[in-house]
């Protein structure tokens, strides 16, 4: 199914169009996608991005100014909608997109992708703020905003220097991946890097590790990557179980097998992971 990525634009209170075409940055910079002249828009100041077959979410990355969404201010995270009135710093603009992917054309394209694409081993990673919800309420929106902001531009550069990429934002945490399964060195690099901010703290966070074959798919048209299949979710229920039981720094056994001699791990046991029916050994580092 060929979606055009046409029918997804930007547009000023003029009616000039920009049409969006995938992952795009926004900024004062010269380098960003986007590049808005203005005192008010920081140099990178914040990123348009596509998941789940077609979704545009928008992340604010720590900006001076902030990014506000239907006149209240980012401080994570959001899918947008068609209509959507977005001002980055002084810059107004309204997300167009009109022909919306319908829940049962997903299907259609996730079911097609899964019989053509190859299967492929991948490093996955899901990282989430702790306790967000207090969070926000023990700060202003402004405060909130830089912290979170600040993190998720922190973690992406991290990731990104390691040859990882992001391919799904989650409202107060992300799902990075790595292609290829012999990226060890990489992974395990990133992990003493999360590690060394998780000690930091502010925000306080968790991650989780998981090696196991995926399917990538997603809308060519949009240069998107989506992830699927039930490794997917086995990542995300250790994240679940990680937070139940207080650890920060979560692996899988498979992930264990590949990152020995890497980084030094615990077992932490046993445990059953909802929609899987045997135990799984998880491992703290």
Not at 44 to 59: M, S, T
Not at 60 to 67: E, F, H, I, K, R
Not at 231 to 246: D, H, P, T
Request: proline share 3%; aromatic share 8%; charged share 20%.
């Amino acid at each position: 199914m060929n979606i055009d990525p046409a029918t997804t634009w930007l547009e000023d209170p003029s009616g000039e169009r920009i049409s969006v075409f995938g992952n795009s940055s926004i900024g004062r910079a010269s380098s960003n996608t986007f590049v808005w002249n203005s005192s008010k828009v920081s140099r990178r100041h914040a990123l348009l991005h596509v998941q789940n077959i077609g979704e545009y979410w928008l992340i604010d990355l720590g900006s001076a100014n902030g990014t506000f969404l239907n006149k209240r201010r980012l401080h994570q995270p959001v899918h947008l909608h068609d209509g959507d009135d977005i001002l980055f710093g002084d810059i107004a603009q309204k997300f167009r997109q009109p022909v919306e992917i319908s829940s049962e054309e997903k299907t259609t394209i996730a079911g097609h992708t899964m019989r053509q694409i190859e299967r492929v081993v991948c490093w996955l990673m899901v990282a989430d703020l702790e306790n967000f919800t207090p969070l926000s309420r023990s700060l202003s929106n402004e405060s909130l905003a830089a912290l979170v902001g600040g993190w998720i531009t922190t973690c992406k550069a991290l990731v990104e220097a390691r040859n990882g990429a992001i391919d799904k934002y989650l409202g107060d945490g992300f799902l990075a991946f790595w292609r290829d399964d012999k990226n060890a060195n990489d992974v395990s690099s990133t992990i003493h890097a999360f590690k060394h901010l998780q000690s930091r703290g502010n925000p306080d966070f968790r991650i989780v590790i998981h090696l196991g074959a995926v399917a990538i798919g997603g809308v060519p048209s949009m240069s998107e990557e989506s992830l699927m299949g039930k490794e997917v979710n086995f990542v995300f229920r250790m994240e679940k179980l990680a937070g139940s039981l207080g650890e920060t720094t979560v692996i899988s056994e498979t992930a264990r097998e590949r990152l020995q001699g890497l980084i030094p791990s615990r077992s932490l046991g046993h445990h059953l992971l909802k929609g899987f029916d045997a135990p799984h050994e998880i491992f703290r580092v």
